[in-house]
Nanobody, 116 residues
Framework: QALFVESGGGLVQPGGSLQLSCAAS????????MAWYRQGPGKEREWVAT???????FYKSTVKGRFTISRDNAKNTLYLQMSSLNTEDTAIYYC??????????WGKGTQVTVSS
């Protein structure tokens, strides 16, 4: 059974918006910081955003002001609201759990394609 399942990806035009979700099936979701990563075509996987267990948020500079990471601990769900999307945002987006300084569990990803 997958611990994290991402959804919400798809094809969107430049300037558009999408909201990604990551449903977690594990205990004590609220006690862990969570992260979104992405991997674009021909690129290395890169960090996008992190949310701490108390709701503090941190962003990659190129998405700050356009993306919003949030969590609903009652639903064991992580979100990434993305707006003003551009072609450079095209990637597979993954959610992952921080366990201390290590990312120990990953989802399988959801594809986001920004194209006209």
């Amino acid at each position: 059974q997958a611990l994290f399942v991402e959804s919400g990806g798809g094809l969107v035009q430049p300037g558009g918006s999408l909201q990604l979700s990551c449903a977690a099936s594990l205990d004590r979701f609220s006690t862990y910081a969570m992260a979104w990563y992405r991997q674009g075509p021909g690129k290395e996987r890169e960090w996008v955003a992190t949310i701490s267990r108390d709701g503090g948020t941190f962003y990659k500079s190129t998405v700050k002001g356009r993306f919003t990471i949030s969590r609903d601990n009652a639903k064991n769900t992580l979100y990434l609201q993305m707006s003003s999307l551009n072609t450079e945002d095209t990637a597979i987006y993954y959610c992952a759990r921080w366990h201390g300084w290590v990312l120990d569990y990953w989802g399988k990803g959801t594809q986001v394609t920004v194209s006209s």
